[in-house]
């Protein structure tokens, strides 16, 4: 990693969390990954509709913190042509590696300043990343600038109250294994309003907003709290109130 990654690594809170997991982002059960796998088969459907409606079958489309590239690959998968940048080198030769379509472009790269011209994209996603910055309103002006007017901008982080700091930092603490320390900081959580906000200021409307959570009454759940190993069927839903995380997408209306 070269000297301004290495700087910016310090402002990636906990992506070594992240960089040592190699082939466990796709096949561990013991570690909170396979929470986000399985929450990623809530929102992929979704994601694909309102691309299709908004874009169309075949959008131009930036992954930023693409980790091992869950949404990249299945993005890539459904017909789109798909960058991916992630600080983490061992983890996008996972994210190359689990490409089956062969034509997805990763590279290691800065979510502050993306090696892309200014609207080169028709959506841009950061999914799982706004949560792990120290400055996420900068993201979002810089997804903006790489987003071609009328574009879509995709995210997903929690929400910040009492029961998110619940469920998410000490939910995983008391009962998943191999949970990190810090894995999730609770003052880097964003108030959904606070995401329209910083949106507006960047000349984007939020279109949609959904909360997501596990479902709590399933069986997978007391599996998870007897065992600390993460049921291949634990199933996560879509909410009306954005409770704990959330995910939605805002449109490019305007120039910043």
Partial sequence: ????????????????????????????????????????????????????????????????????????NDLALAGHSVQGIDLSTSSLKVAQNRDVTHTVHYQQGDVYSVPFEKESFDVVCAMDLLEHVSDPRRVIAEATRVLRPGGLFFFNTFAKNPL???????????????????????SLFIDPEQIREWADDSGLEVTQIRGI???????????????????????????KLPLIAYTGYAKKMREH
């Fill in 213 to 239: 959570r596990p479902v709590f009454a399933q069986k997978a759940m007391l599996e998870l709290i007897r065992t600390g190993v993460v049921p291949k069927d634990f199933r996560f839903k879509f909410t």
């Fill in 164 to 186: 998110a700091w619940l469920v998410v930092i000490k939910g995983m603490e008391w009962f998943v294994k191999n949970t990190p320390k810090d894995y999730h900081v609770y």
């Fill in 1 to 72: 990693m070269d000297m301004d990654l290495a700087k910016l690594d310090k402002e990636i809170v906990n992506n070594e969390a992240y960089d040592h997991l190699a082939e466990r982002w796709y096949e561990a059960q013991d570690d909170p990954i396979a929470l986000l796998r399985n929450q990623h088969k809530v929102e992929m459907p979704w994601i694909l509709e309102e691309i299709r409606r908004n874009i169309g079958y075949h959008a131009e489309i930036l992954d930023m913190g693409c980790g091992a590239g869950f949404l990249a």
